[in-house]
């Protein structure tokens, strides 16, 4: 099972590239990673199982962040309507945007990152995805608001951009124009 030392952390070079497309179908040892990816998370968010290991909670990795340089993603997390977004994905790409933002009001945070880095992370507020999920189907997802946030977090770790490198460095709560803040 994948622990909190699995997990690199910033300063690792799997965190600052461009992680590699993935050629599909996906071999039976990839299947098993995003698996295994998914499960770390549920595990992350049982506080049983979090307290008995050690985990932070986290709603979403990227396989960079394990020191595996190939575009694969998962997301586990409920969206304010209590709406279910369990994936792993490989090779995801935004394919559309909105021009209007959103942010996290209370920032945001990384299981890469063993300290706080406060300000406001711009994000945008709409995107549409494209990826392959781990039994070779096409999946599209269209994304709005915190859900948009976490796959834009996780699709950052994909291109070595940590969601620090969004902040304003002068003015790090200043508010990002045309964009809303997440509470
Ligand atoms: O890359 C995953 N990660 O480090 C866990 C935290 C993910 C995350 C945290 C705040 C807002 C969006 C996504
Ligand atoms: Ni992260």
Redo the contacts with the bound molecule.
Sequence with gaps: MITMKD?VREGHPSLQKVAKEVSLPITDEEKQLLNDMLIFLQNSQDEEIAQKYKL???????AP?LGIEKRF?AVHFEDVDGKLYSYGLVNPKIISHSVEGCY?AG???????DRVVEGY?PRYRRITVKATDIDGNPVKLRLKG?PA??F???I??LNGVM?YDHIDKENPFKTPDNAVPIE
């Design positions: 997990i932070r909670a986290g709603v979403g990795l990227a962040q993603i996290i920032g945001e945070g990384c299981l890469s990152v992370v915190y946030i976490v834009q977090h996780e950052d770790h969601f």
